[in-house]
């Protein structure tokens, strides 16, 4: 071990290092870490690593077989058999990660740099003291990532907080309440409570008030982004199932083992490139978005040419038919794959997330899956709306027998529709698999659901199925911030039952000519 020239430890900074009580040792801990001082910084290393021994009055730090006098650098050959070892309790070593953390600050990487600040928050949040300043301040002094200024910045108000100033008071109290997070409530509410001067008592209540009203604008809207992301999900679970059984009216109850297989797809891609392609880790989901819906797509074609073909028109038969389809594509995954779960892990790009007004975190990857879904929405809406193929769907879906006699292939017809609702629905899968477990029972958690939102906002209404998917979404999770997911969940069906009972049509109508 290299300990550099002598700096300003003593022998009796040391000596108070190791041994006496523990607030004298904390004291000395924080002073010595906010100093420039090799030999200080390396014996309070060797403490951490349980290397260090007392000898009378000589502090040693152990160097192998040998050992170092942390005070005067001196060498010695062996251990001596005299020395002690020295007692950390768990106060001990909370103070001294601390200090660990604010002697990493300074020239750190910028992850780092975040990580040892939010270990100095933390302990200035849970035992503030003002002998930690001079080692919040010696941080601040430095080059920092703005985040790790942020926190330091929030550790020091803290500290500030528990000074025998009011004006320090005064302005840790303003300081922490212009921070708009939920993490310094708690802080203020206990000063609150023995705070006797009048104005800061003033600058706390303040603070708390202004606090408050900040984190109910984050929980709301942190509800409706979270009711918006799932009712993207629940659009891309039903959009599919809105030209099976919309369009075409086949009630497909294999629509959910549909979106289980673009979800495995998504999983096969991402583990051939990180076996094969490692480099291009982060562009796997580029790949597998086709793939999900070509495997998909294939598979509901099959499904459409060996049996559904046959049960059109027959509603209860092409139920336990497609029931009994996704029943054999489970077990067939079970077979293939295993029972247990497998991991889809996100790109780096939708990992992490945008923090605002402190309580609200909108993670990439459901900001992603949201614009993912108004992609698909939108190429849906042309396809139906603007190509031959849509032309030829909703001619079929209309007047069967006339678009017939006008030369159109309605068998044809059929099976590319029903592969479309069934490409969609391996998109979803894919989505799906970016922020959930991939299993042989993903599609049944979406089953009822996407039959729910299709019903509810019309057959053969993609606008409907929008609606209604978006509808559930903010309703489910408004009411489960209020009465929890099984509520919410009983008190969104009694919703639709009810909804359906007073207009069976859903939100929109198929538009009919009059007579």
């Given amino acids: 071990m290299s300990l550099g020239a002598a700096h300003a430890l003593t022998a009796a900074d040391a000596l108070a290092l190791v041994d006496g009580d523990t607030d004298t040792r904390i004291d000395t801990l924080n002073r010595l870490a906010a100093e420039p001082d090799e030999k200080a910084s390396a014996l309070i290393k060797a403490m951490a690593d349980e290397a260090v021994r007392v000898q009378g009055e000589r502090v040693l730090i152990v160097d192998g077989d040998g050992s170092i006098d942390a005070v005067t650098g ?42 040892a600040a939010l270990t100095l928050q933390r302990t200035a949040f849970e035992e503030p003291d003002t002998s930690q300043l001079a080692l919040i301040d010696k941080a601040l002094a ?14 020091r108000a803290a500290v500030l907080l528990a000074s025998e100033d009011p004006a ?13 997070q939920p993490i310094v409530r708690p802080l203020l509410l206990a000063q609150m409570d023995k705070e006797e001067h009048a104005n800061v008592k003033a600058a706390l209540k303040a603070s708390l008030s202004s606090l408050d009203t900040t984190l109910a604008i984050g929980s709301a809207l942190g509800q409706a982004f979270t009711g918006i992301s799932l009712g993207s999900i629940l659009l891309l679970a039903a959009l599919g199932l809105a030209i099976t059984y919309g369009l ?31 480099e291009f880790f982060d562009w796997y989901l580029l790949v597998a978005m086709p793939v999900a819906f070509l495997a998909s797509a294939l598979v509901g074609a099959a499904m459409e040419r060996s049996v559904i073909r046959f049960l059109y028109g ?37 990992s992490g997330g945008i923090t605002l007004l402190g309580n609200l975190n909108l993670p990439w ?36 027998p006339i678009a017939s006699c006008m030369g159109v292939n309605t068998a044809r017809i059929d099976t590319y529709a029903f592969a479309l609702g069934s490409g969609i629905a391996g998109l979803a899968g894919c989505a799906l698999s970016q922020i959930g477990n991939v299993g042989p029972d993903l599609g049944q958690n979406y089953i009822v659901d996407s039959f ?64």
Avoid at 144 to 150: G, N
Avoid at 168 to 180: F, I, P, T, V
Avoid at 367 to 392: D, E, M
């Fill in 74 to 115: 001196e060498k010695l050959a062996t251990l001596p058999e005299d020395a002690g070892d020295i007692m950390i309790n768990n106060r001990l070593r909370g103070a001294m990660d601390n200090a660990l953390a604010g002697m990493e600050l300074v020239g750190a990487p910028p992850s780092r740099q975040r990580e």
């Fill in 142 to 155: 430095g080059e920092l990532d703005p985040r790790a200024r942020q926190s330091l910045e929030l550790a």
């Fill in 314 to 350: 027959r509603p209860l038969e092409t139920l336990l038919a497609t029931w009994g389809i996704s029943l054999v594509l489970m077990q067939a995954v079970r077979s293939l794959f295993g029972a247990q779960n497998v991991g889809v892990e996100n790109p780096s790009w939708m």
């Fill in 365 to 400: 990857n459901r900001i992603i899956i949201i614009g993912f879904a108004l992609a698909v929405l939108l190429g849906v809406t042309l396809l139906i709306g603007k190509t031959r193929l849509g032309l030829f769907v909703r001619g079929v879906t209309q007047n069967r």
């Fill in 168 to 180: 320090q008071r005064l302005s840790a109290a303003e300081k922490l309440g212009e921070a708009k």
């Fill in 452 to 515: 729910m939102v299709v019903v509810l906002g019309g057959v053969g209404q993609l606008a409907g199925t929008v609606y209604a998917a978006l509808g559930l979404g903010m309703l489910n999770k408004f009411i489960e911030g209020w009465a929890g997911a099984v509520l919410a969940k009983i008190a969104v069906l009694v919703f639709i039952i009810v909804f359906i009972q007073k207009r069976p049509q859903g939100i929109f109508a198929m538009k009919g000519r009059e007579t």
């Fill in 248 to 278: 075409m009216g086949v009630i497909n109850m294999a629509h959910g083992e549909l979106i289980m297989i673009g979800a495995y797809a998504t999983w096969l891609v991402q583990t051939f490139f990180r076996q094969s392609l490692p």
